[in-house]
């Protein structure tokens, strides 16, 4: 159990590097562990349970809101991100947050900065495909330099963003950064919708649609666990689903979750993952696929499935 410094100290919003660093120190040189929650704001569920999750392990919980330009392919998708500080600051410490880490934009890119980090590889697929290189390279580059100044212990990243969690991991370990990395289940609506700060844009019609994305996810799920092992099988069972929901999905791939490679056959645990435009709304999911039990079981015995029945 962790030792929490928020009990009686209420939540601050910082807004300079200088401040957090100062801030951190005391913690720092009493031995205590620093959590980091890193985010763009618009705060839901989701992020809420990342924050609850860092209380739970770290001493201190940073959390940071900045909506980081250099990650976004449109600029109109810049422009319409929700951004709602006040509240986002009230549900950040109701969840046990101790700093709200708001820096400027000027002040994370000022005039005259040059540099990026970039994983290879792993950023060309799925997103990064659809996307551009910019993306990843933009997100490991905040990641980056949110790690430097909090220079956390601890950095809580959701599952809903399969890719990403999986490339923040590379890049830490790759570079060597002093930090662990906890990638939390994702966080759904009751109709299975998973959370996101873009569900706001959703129209009243489209957030019903939307539910195709999990549906899809479940229907290739059941067949899974029905001993259903062909990737190509799984996938249109989930193109199905998203066809029913009237969405046309940018990719839906079956792939290694290590090396996001496209998987022909479901052989171990494997990424289903899904991305649409649902109106205007661009929302990806995931789901993470595993060979039914049955057919794992036939395996262990030595028996071929032929011959197990008999
Ligand atoms: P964002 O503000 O969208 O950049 O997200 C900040 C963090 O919250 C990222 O690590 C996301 O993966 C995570 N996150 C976003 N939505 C969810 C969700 N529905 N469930 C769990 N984690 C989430």
Known sequence: ???????????????????????????????????????????????????????????????????????????????????TE??????????????????????????????????????????GAVRGAAHFRGVTTVVTKLFNMAQPDVAFFGQKDAQQALVIKRLVEDLNMPVAIEVCPTVRERDGLAMSSRNAHLLPGERTRATGLFEALEASK?????????ADTLVAAAREALARADIEPEYVA????????????????????????????RLIDNAILEPSHQEISISRTGASPAKAPA
């Not at 708001?102 to 994983?119: K, Q």
Request: proline share 6%; net charge negative; hydrophobic share 40%.
């Open 254 to 281: 079956l792939v290694d979750p290590d090396t996001l490679e496209p998987v022909e056959r479901l052989q171990g645990p494997a990424l289903l993952a899904i991305s649409a435009r649902v109106g205007d709304t």
């Open 1 to 83: 159990m962790s030792h929490s410094i928020s009990s009686s100290i209420p939540m601050r919003t910082l807004r300079a590097v200088s401040q957090l660093r100062d801030s951190l120190q005391p913690a720092r040189q009493a031995g205590l562990t620093v959590g980091l929650v890193p985010t763009m704001g618009a705060l839901h569920e989701g992020h809420l349970s990342l924050i609850r999750r860092a209380r739970e392990r770290c001493d201190v919980v940073v959390v940071s809101l900045f909506v980081n330009p250099a990650q976004f392919d449109e600029r109109a998708d810049l422009d319409r991100y929700p951004r």
């Open 86 to 127: 006040r509240e986002d600051a009230r549900l950040a410490e109701r969840a046990g947050a101790d700093i709200l880490f708001a820096p400027a934009a000027e002040d994370v890119y000022p005039a005259g900065f040059a540099s990026c980090v970039e994983v290879l590889g792993i950023t060309d697929r799925l997103e």
């Open 222 to 230: 059941r067949l899974s666990r029905e001993g259903e092992r062909r």
